[in-house]
């Protein structure tokens, strides 16, 4: 039998949060509840977690503060927020803390469990080479998508689970346009006619890390009006 997943809740509001810890784990997970981020920052130093679903208005320690700090050390372990703050510039500075993925309240029951069971689901992309080879080579970096290390314009690093199933994506069709639709499907397993800003922030950091001037990307190109394209060297 298989061991549960084990999920670090963060919430303050204790009905709230009751009642999560319930639905979770009639799921099957093995859920840790705490109400502040300096005690969900303890939790993750003393567990292995394979989740944290964090709430951002939190008492003392903010969950943006919590984010950043778990991307200090770990930038590949699956944040999922879950706050009242809808706007899209607070689901932009969400993603930019390092959220892999962002849903607002009052939410669905049945779609926060799709979500955590997608995010859980795609971590198994690491067994899946692209182009029958693990390493992928372009303009002296790379990327290792079995261990999702990476040697970017900065030196080696890891990326989030997501940045590197984008990266997936758009290797796996180097040369070919990915529209945002296709990349919120396969890689959030939205509906592709959610709002796109999601991906554009993706893009962004991506470009951060491979591009000598993100401002002028030779690699990960935007296509106007169609999506996203991936460009080696030897497409160039």
């Known amino acids: 039998m298989a061991e549960a997943s084990k999920i670090l809740l963060v919430e303050d509001d204790p009905h709230l ?5 319930f639905n979770l784990e009639r799921e099957g997970y093995e859920v840790f509840l705490v109400d502040n981020g300096t005690s969900a920052l303890d939790q993750l130093l003393e567990k292995d977690f394979d989740l944290i679903v964090l709430d951002l208005m939190l008492p003392g320690l903010g969950g943006l503060e919590v984010a950043r700090t778990i991307r200090e050390t770990n930038i590949r372990f699956p944040i999922l927020m879950l706050t009242a703050k809808s706007s899209k510039k607070d689901r932009e500075i969400g993603l930019e803390a390092g959220a892999d993925d962002y849903l607002t309240k009052p939410f669905h029951l049945p779609e926060l469990l799709l979500r955590i069971k997608g995010i859980l689901r795609r971590s198994e992309w690491y067994k899946e080479p692209v182009h029958d080879q693990d390493i992928f080579r372009f303009s002296k970096m790379w990327i290792n998508f079995r261990t999702g290390k990476v040697k970017g314009v ?30 919120l499907e396969k890689v959030w397993g939205y509906d592709p006619q959610t709002e796109t800003r999601t991906v554009d922030n993706f893009i962004s950091r991506l470009r951060k890390y491979f591009e000598k001037r993100p401002q002028k990307p ?19």
């Open 17 to 21: 949060a009751k009642g999560l810890q």
């Open 218 to 236: 030779v690699h990960i190109l935007t296509v106007r009006e169609k999506g996203y394209q991936f460009v080696s060297d030897s497409d160039s």
């Open 154 to 183: 900065d030196g080696e690093f890891y990326l989030t689970t997501k940045e590197a199933l984008v990266m997936k994506l758009l290797v796996g069709k180097k040369g070919d346009v990915v529209s945002r639709e296709e990349l």
